[in-house]
Every structure is written in C-alpha cells, then in structure tokens.
C-alpha cells in the first residue's frame, strides 16, 4: 500500500509540474519620460525572447507598434498619443493584454478620447492559471487526504503493538 501512495504522490506533483510549466508575465515600467519599457518573461525566470509587442489603438483597434523581443527580452517604446493597449504574444495560449499608461501631458490626438473602448480578447494566461490553481486546491486536498489515511493505518498500527506488550 506504501508503494502505491508513493507512486500516486509523485504522479500528482509532476501533473503540478506541468499545469505549472510556464505562464507568460508582461511588466510594463513607465520611464517618466513618454516611454514606456515592455518586459517579456515566463514565470520559470526564462526570458521571453522572440515574443512580439504590439500596441494597437483603443479606438480602432489600429496597429501602433509591433516589434520583437530581443535577447535580454525588453524593449523601451515611445508612448503613443491615443490610448493603446500593449500586447504580449508569445505564441499559442501564451498571449497578455494590458491597456497601457498615458503619456505625461495626457492622450492628445483626437477621435481617441470619450470613446468606448473595447479590449481584445481576455487573457489566456488568466484562463489558464484559474484552471491550474483549481487543480492546485484538488491536489493538496488528495495529498491531505492520504496523509490522514495514512497517519490513521500508523496509529492502529502502533495501538496494536501497545497492545501485544502489555
């Protein structure tokens, strides 16, 4: 019985492995100065080299920008005058969108303000971590589980070899 907990303990936690493989984080730093510095990185600390930025227009939807991530995986970018959103994709379900900061005199071009906006799709990478966090609360409540059953088979042992000696 032992072995068999050992094995479906160790089968749950490379299943964590890889929900957990890697999540694409974009870090948008505004540098004060009507530039914005766009970072690209995955959660495992691995650079996300190669990934494209864009920033399209919150209006229309009009492609502002778009360039890749170099080696050291940011990229400084001048703030656009109509509000943008900056978009990380780094491939399939790998893709960030965040609206990004307004230049420090405000956005100046016209037809771009007072509009609703409408940003594109809703992150994959929050889809994905609900889902992997989901499964997260199952497995610590599986491995609280066994550990209970476990620590129950333990103590019944022990109560019978107290037994035997008295």
Partial sequence: MNKRILISFIFLLSLQQVIFAHS????????????????????????????????????NGMLLYKERLPTESELTIDIPKESYQIVLDGGP?????????????GFTKVGSQNKEVKLSEPREGSKQL?????????????LLFITILVNIKNTNLLMKELQKVR
């Fill in 24 to 59: 694409l984080l974009l870090n948008v730093f505004d540098n004060e100065d009507n530039t914005i510095t766009v970072e690209g990185v995955f959660n495992t600390g691995e650079v996300a080299t190669g990934a494209q930025v864009r920033l399209e227009a919150l209006a």
């Fill in 93 to 105: 379900g790998h893709q960030i969108i965040e609206v990004g900061p307004s230049p420090k005199g």
């Fill in 130 to 142: 609900s889902l992997a966090l989901i499964v997260s609360i199952a497995l610590a409540f599986v």
